[in-house]
């Protein structure tokens, strides 16, 4: 059954030019790692009227900060181990100082799960 990592994080209108330069490799990254798909998306209709909580309460967004929803597919949870387990060598192979450099967004307001699919379509 395949498997989905979920994240929605606040990021800063004016840093979204560099966070989608950041998510570009980041995807890139995770499929050559073997993920079998990787998407973001920044918030536009966040404010429809049946919501219960809105995605900007979920991350406390502040005035000028867009919200991003991603996720990454992949064949069961497993599978994400090992992907995720390779990228995080890869993505500190060269740098291993680079987990404590500064990120475009706040990561202590990202919101992340990993989630069996109930259902597709």
């Known amino acids: 059954m395949r498997y989905v990592d979920g994240y929605v994080l606040p990021v800063p209108k004016r840093e979204l030019a560099t966070y989608r330069k950041m998510a570009t490799s980041a ?71 680079a987990k404590d450099k500064p990120m475009p967004f706040d990561i202590k307001r990202m919101a992340y799960g990993g989630f069996k699919l109930l259902a597709e379509g």
Do not use: C, Q
Request: proline letters at 6%.
């Open 27 to 97: 995807g890139k990254l995770w499929r050559k790692n073997g993920a079998l798909d990787y998407f973001e998306g920044v918030g536009d209709d966040l404010s429809p009227a049946f919501a219960g909580i809105r995605f900007p309460k979920t991350v406390k967004a502040k005035p000028g900060e867009a919200v991003v929803f991603s996720f990454v597919v992949f064949k069961s949870r497993a599978h994400r181990d090992r992907v995720n387990a390779k990228v995080m060598k890869e993505m500190f192979a060269d740098d291993p100082s």
